[in-house]
């Protein structure tokens, strides 16, 4: 599966953006995927901010975007989406989607396939 991730910008704190991650499969089904949303700041480890299963069920969030970020996937448009409310200097990050053709994880070795990262930038 290919992804392509999208959304990111500058915004300011309290702002609001809404990531797309659009993935292209060949073969498999979209719905056969667990897909995870993770970021990575400067000087700082990749971490993991959000994941929604492949087979369902409630989206997995860290601590620190709980009640501010939603994941949400729509299988029928191969798309996944992450909208990031209430933004914080500290979201500032490359934030990168991930497929794993599996079970959902917060590892990020566990995911095989990766889109190529956008940039979200919030100022105080």
């Known amino acids: 599966v290919q992804l392509q991730a999208s959304g990111g910008g500058l915004v300011q704190a309290g702002g609001s953006l809404r990531l797309s991650c659009a993935a292209s499969t060949s073969g498999r089904s979209f719905t056969d995927y667990s897909i995870g949303w993770f970021r990575q700041a400067p000087g700082k480890k990749r971490e993991f901010v959000a994941a929604?299963?492949?087979?369902?069920?409630?989206?997995l969030y860290t601590d620190s975007v709980k009640g501010r970020f939603t994941m949400s996937k729509v299988n029928d448009k191969n798309t996944v989406y992450l909208q990031m409310s209430s933004l914080k200097p500290e979201d500032t990050a490359v934030y990168y989607c991930?497929?794993?053709?599996?079970?959902?994880?917060?590892?990020?070795?566990?995911?095989?396939?990766w889109g190529q990262g956008t940039q979200v930038t919030v100022s105080s």
């Open positions: 991930a497929a794993r053709w599996g079970d959902v994880s917060i590892t990020d070795h566990f995911y095989e396939n």
């Open positions: 929604i299963s492949r087979i369902g069920g409630g989206p």
